[in-house]
């Protein structure tokens, strides 16, 4: 049974998530075909991760310490990043 004020949608594509790549992944689709959706937690853009990232990015140079550099961002991601795509 139906919940209450469900909506069937037909799409050829559907995009989960709003931020930066799913915008981008939803633009590229329109170009295979119109019928393209996005979901996504909250408002398209600002409602993603996307909009606090704030530009940042971490650049480890050459006279950094690799291990220290691999650590943080380790910890940081609370252990779930896949740590060998980390060191790479």
Not at 3 to 21: F, K, N, Q
Not at 46 to 74: H, Q, Y
Request: net charge negative; glycine share 14%.
């Amino acid at each position: 049974m139906p919940h209450i004020g469900a909506e069937t949608v037909v799409t050829d594509v559907l995009v989960v998530g709003g931020g930066c790549a799913g915008c981008y992944a939803a633009l590229r689709a329109r170009d295979f075909t119109e019928k393209v959706l996005i979901v996504s937690k909250g408002y398209v853009g600002p409602g993603s991760v996307s909009a606090t990232l704030g530009g940042g990015i971490n650049i480890c140079f050459p006279d950094d310490d690799k291990e220290l550099w691999m650590r943080e961002i380790v910890e940081r991601g609370e252990y779930l990043n896949d740590q060998e795509w980390v060191r790479i």
